[in-house]
């Protein structure tokens, strides 16, 4: 119940495209979904986040839509750029200490690898 | 400051050295982390503390031992340590565990045991 299903694995995108990734997870108790850019050799960088009480938040080519009845959500990059190049991660966690085990932790997908072509 | 920074950045030892990784933020964050991470594998939460307590221990090998010095500087010792445990080790800090806004990641310490 703790899991974060991410897909696909691996993505190939040319510059100027449209990448979506997309994320499901299982825990209703689950309220804070981030996700993160990781360039080889670097830790994790916050991208963009979601709470549920929203559908959808932008940030520049960064959008997330969120399907809280579906229990999925997904990352879309409009216009993507050869330096978007990079290995993405949705998370997702519990705000709230009544929520269980899943509070404090950041429970992760498995990753997908972007790859934009110039 | 909005970094964490993590030191050293590479680290070879052997299985009977005993080694420090060491991580440090300056933005006020409550709660720090750390995490371990495979080759093209998410990070997996080792240890939370949550104003310098422990409050989560995912479980570790003893062969890692966290400390929580004070509020900006989070210590990992290693002793005897296997080559399955070659990896890299991020930091990470929140503002606290009910407000992970701002979940700062360090580049991590690239560590191999030989």
């Known amino acids: 119940q703790q899991q974060v299903k991410q897909s696909p694995q691996s993505l190939i995108v040319q510059k100027g495209g449209i990448s979506i990734i997309n994320c499901a997870y299982e825990?209703?108790?689950?309220?804070?979904f981030p996700w993160y850019q990781q360039f080889p050799g670097k830790g994790p960088a916050l991208l963009i986040a979601?709470?549920?009480?929203?559908s959808e938040k932008k940030e520049g080519r960064f959008t997330i839509s969120f399907n809280k009845s579906a229990k999925q959500f997904s990352l879309h990059i409009m216009d993507s750029q050869p330096g978007d190049s990079a290995t993405y991660f949705c998370?997702?966690?519990?705000?709230?200490?009544?929520?269980?085990?899943?509070?404090?932790?950041?429970?992760f997908g498995q990753g997908t690898i972007l790859t934009v072509h110039p | 400051d909005t970094e964490v920074t993590q030191t050293p950045k590479h680290l070879v030892m052997g299985m009977t050295n005993k080694k420090s990784l060491k991580c440090e933020q300056h933005?006020?964050?409550?709660?720090m982390y750390w995490y371990k991470q495979k080759a093209k594998k998410p990070p997996e939460l080792m240890f939370v503390?949550?104003?310098?307590?422990?409050?989560i221990n995912e479980s570790v090998p003893s062969r890692f031992s966290p400390e929580c010095p004070n509020s900006s500087l989070l210590n990992l010792h290693l002793h005897a340590l296997q080559p399955e445990d070659s990896a890299l080790y991020l930091c990470?800090?929140?503002?606290?565990?009910?407000?992970?806004?701002?979940?700062?990641f360090g580049s991590g310490t690239r560590l191999t045991v030989v």
């Open positions: 990470a800090s929140s503002q606290d565990l009910r407000a992970p806004y701002g979940y700062t």
């Open positions: 825990n209703t108790a689950f309220d804070y």
């Open positions: 979601i709470r549920p009480d929203v």
């Open positions: 998370a997702a966690t519990n705000l709230n200490f009544a929520g269980g085990t899943s509070y404090g932790k950041l429970t």
């Open positions: 933005m006020g964050h409550r709660a």
């Open positions: 503390y949550s104003y310098e307590k422990l409050s």
